[in-house]
DNA sequence: CATGAATGAGTTTTCATTCAT
DNA sequence: GATGAATGAAAACTCATTCAT
């Protein structure tokens, strides 16, 4: 008899175990919520007993951060992996990212809400591992910014848009991205590309503005090009 | 000195000590989060025995709803209040409305952890409590574009801009704002007004080009006048 | 204008006060049980204030003995004044006495529930109150039972129905009607009259036999007139 | 001393355990009452935590209709065997069924106050699982009686006694055997065989003369043999 | 390696009862 | 006389966590 018999395949290599814990922590902690969820449901869901849930993972608290961050290096990669396929001009690059972001996000929901509803809903601890992460998509858009100023020789004077505005404006791009993936999983009909679309149109010909000096004031209803 | 020491007079208005408990109530809901929040915790802070609070917001969850309405309520009335003082061109209700919703936000940092991160995070009972606010925010940034739209001469094709679009759009720019909200509630030295700038800045630029019929799409980087 | 104006009513009578108390609370322990009925139910019910009801009644214990109280003596009563109406026979007596108790308890199941279901169920104290009642019944069937047996001159030894014996018989007589009335009361169909035919014809043509000097002993199965 | 001391031993298999419990759920249930019966009373005389028993029985209300199927099973299966054992003529079945009844109610005061105080007392969903162990009661005796008529050629006109009868007796036969049993429990001296004499001596002899034919009627006192 | 057995601590919720006015 | 305001105490139920095998 060999050793894998047909029949319940119980002794698998710890690996493995462990990746089936974590999937139905993801999916457990995703659908009820970090409080909501008990040991319980997911040991159950993953077909193991509780104490080797422990055994693996010590507690609820190393399972759910385990859990975040293994779905924000997911994400992160998915988006790294849709840009560096191609890697040319930068708005191109963003649009490569954005839709890989919303291709992702719209493929393991249980982990968009893992990381954006529940990891920023339950303790500094667990924010802060998401915020990690998006520290990195910021940097990444921040970058595409600068790569974009420094190709786009319109602007005479380059130097026009603000270390803290272009951080700014990455912050409120990958809100307004993660925003709209919220709105996306929640819409049925929404695609990735169609989100990534609306995103792009308002976003990029504003950036455009902005780099060629364009300015909205409190002052003056109209757009001044100073 | 009156009657009304200002001793210990336990014995109060039922108006008066519904507020108080629901002020305890968001503070508590904002810091813990709902599940962690316990009942017993927000009787303690508002200075009543658990029984009264039952007696007069009958359970847990008729309490949070409770809350997130009256929060909802307010920040939709502080960005109401914001633009009614003035209005008239549509780019400066839009920034008076802005102003107001950070400045508002940032003032009651509880109340927007129960509006952004609870209410959302803890079954669709709550988030669509929120949802509706949502909207009515969403209503009134669409308005406002759709009257920006009407008054720019520029775009030969009026129509150029469609519902779905101008909803996406208005999606987007309240996403944004919530994102830029959360980023500056958790960033020290950022103010309302420069959040608001950046968000202006950003956005109506941008929404100018839109509406001048600038199209991003994946086919050609460049901005498209069409 | 009369003090009893048309409006609201206020000020009535202790005693007026009082019965509205107790038949809200008879209502309410027939219907919910002594330990789910709650005061709180009983004074709305009953249209007053809860501490007007401790004011009159002091303690839910001592309403609920005060309920009992009142509907044992309610059902003696009727029972008493169907059989006083005529006073002969005792097999008429007992068929007359009979018949209020299946009107009565069929009239009032409140109060039906709270002799019968609560009273026995919710420690001695309540249910000695009944028990005290029940004695009655049994000591009034008794009489009956002694009178018959000295009425009928069949007998020879008219002392064959021992004392220990003539109370088992009551006992069981009262049993029955009490089994009969519970089984009444949920049967739609059955009236007042078709129980107690049915308990007389079973009982009472017994009860003859017995008196005839019948026995029926577990050594022979047949009848042995000794 | 083997390895399973009679030490302090705590873990032990679950079937085990589940009947501590339920032995201690029917003590409480029985004194206590439904609703007075605390988890925690249940628990510590079972010896074991409060978890414990919800992990076993789920709910006060499950673990309550749990005692309640047992007993019931129990005393059925008491007053069968008790029958069994014989299995001739139906006098002497009938005899045997409530010497068992008798005995076994005696020996098992709380299971009798659980089946016949608290269950009837405490909601129709508990009330029904009782009905239904009565219901087996009255058919076990209407079957007797049916025997019994067939077997008595006494009778000239041997259809006399109508099913609505037959039911009617039954069910008033079970009702004073519940009611005696009620009696015998709580009266020191009385024996299960005296319980059952006296009803067998009141039951059968007047069962005798319905089945000659024999009625009570309203109209006049004496008993006819139409 | 893997699990059935077991629990301490805490949750929401309810209720009888009493003041202060 | 009558009531709105208030609470101490307890009950049902849940959960993360750990042993003993």
């Known amino acids: 008899m060999g050793s894998a018999g047909a029949g319940k ?14 999937d139905a922590a993801v999916a457990t902690f995703g659908q009820r919520g970090y409080r909501a969820a008990s040991m319980d449901e997911i ?5 193991v007993s509780k104490p080797l849930v422990y055994l693996y993972l010590n507690s609820k608290e190393e399972l759910f951060t385990a859990c975040i961050r293994r779905e924000a290096d ?18 191109q690059q963003l649009w490569a990212g954005l839709t890989a972001f919303f291709a992702h996000t719209a493929e393991h929901p249980d982990a968009w809400s893992v990381l954006y509803r529940q990891a ?23 970058g595409l910014l600068r790569e974009a100023a420094r190709a786009t020789p319109t602007s005479a004077e380059p130097a026009d848009l603000g270390d803290r505005d272009v951080v700014g404006v990455a912050q409120a791009l990958v809100g307004a991205a ?4 919220g709105w996306a999983n929640e819409t049925p009909d929404v695609t990735a590309r169609e989100a990534a679309s609306t995103l792009m149109n308002f976003a990029w010909t504003g950036l455009g503005g902005l780099m060629d000096g364009e300015r909205w ?10």
């Open 9 to 22: 395949s119980r002794r698998m290599p710890r690996e493995v175990r462990e990746r089936q814990m974590m």
């Open 43 to 47: 040991a159950e869901l993953a077909g």
């Open 74 to 91: 997911a994400l992160l990669a998915a988006v790294r992996a849709g840009v560096v396929e191609r890697g040319i001009a930068p708005d």
């Open 120 to 142: 920023r809903t339950h303790g500094e601890r667990f924010a802060d591992e998401v915020a990690g992460m998006r520290e990195e998509l910021v940097s990444f858009v921040t």
């Open 178 to 181: 993660e925003a709209l993936a």
């Open 217 to 226: 004031s409190a002052g003056n209803s109209a757009v001044v090009r100073r």
